[in-house]
């Protein structure tokens, strides 16, 4: 496994006016690996995100750095980090309801329109691959969609900018179990893409047998972290997040 890191967070800390949500959190994602981070509501798991895209509400501060493929981006704005390569697919997804999958999809490339049409059609045919459903369905609304297909959607939107990072926030959110294990299946492929991807997830055991790497935060600190399948069999992990099933 490569170890090149993309994403370096360290001593990350996040305040809601006086409140701490963050107290100082470090780990990494390298090139090519799924990293997933786990823990119960209110952990701080979306304020990491947002604190990595530079999308913290006004009252949000953030102290500690963000670095990105090398370059310290703690003080850029979010429009430089997406055009530096990040991605976030928040837990809401966003998309264009009343436009058609195909349309949204496009919208998800529009940064790359100087890479050129047939960089486009590939990126295409690559998202089409990973999601056979949304080719079926590229031509219906995508407010027609059912809570899965969205979620494809809003995964293969993010694709369509050939991010080097892509973050998901919750993407298990609301799906029926089934539905979940496709999701996971597929984000496993996502690896094939060459795209490092940030898992923010509650169902712990899907996020850990999907990813390579693992954190726990649990009130604003990383009390965990390691190679996925090791905190899979780690008595604390299973007692409080996996159950006895
Ligand atoms: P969930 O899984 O429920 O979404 P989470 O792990 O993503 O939870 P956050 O949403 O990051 O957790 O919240 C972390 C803490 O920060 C919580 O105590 C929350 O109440 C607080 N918080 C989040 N957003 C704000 C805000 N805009 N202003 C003040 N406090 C906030």
């Not at 604190?51 to 981006?73: N, Q, R």
């Not at 969205?150 to 799906?175: C, H, I, N, T, Y």
């Not at 496993?188 to 999907?210: D, H």
Request: proline share 4%; net charge neutral; aromatic share 4%.
């Amino acid at each position: 496994m490569t170890t090149t890191p993309i994403l370096e967070l360290n001593q990350l800390r996040v305040c809601y006016g006086k409140v701490e949500a963050l107290h100082g959190c470090t780990l990494n994602v390298s090139a090519g690996q799924i990293v997933t981070v786990i823990g119960p509501n209110g952990a701080g798991k979306s304020t990491m995100l947002n604190a990595i895209m530079g999308s913290l509400p006004a009252s949000g501060s953030v102290d500690g750095s963000v670095t990105f493929l090398g370059s310290d981006v703690s003080a850029y704005a979010t429009e430089e980090r997406v055009a530096l390569g990040m991605c976030l697919v928040p837990e809401t997804r966003e998309l264009f309801t009343t436009m058609s999958v195909a349309d949204n999809l496009q919208l998800g490339a529009y940064r790359r329109k100087k890479a050129g049409e047939k960089n486009y059609m590939d990126q295409l045919e690559t998202v089409f691959t990973l999601f056979p459903r949304l080719k079926e369905r590229r031509t219906q609304a995508a407010g027609t969609l059912s809570g899965g297909e969205r979620q494809m959607l809003a995964v293969g939107r993010a694709l369509m900018g050939k991010p080097q990072l892509l973050m998901l926030d919750e993407p298990s959110l609301g799906l029926a179990p089934l539905i979940t294990k496709e999701i996971f299946r597929i984000i496993s492929q996502l690896r094939l893409t060459g795209v490092a991807t940030l898992l923010i997830e509650q169902n712990a055991r899907a996020a850990l047998q999907v990813a390579d790497v693992g954190y726990v935060l649990e009130t604003g600190d990383v009390v965990l972290g390691g190679d996925a399948a090791d905190l899979a069999v780690n008595p604390k992990v299973i007692e409080t997040y996996l159950g006895l099933g």
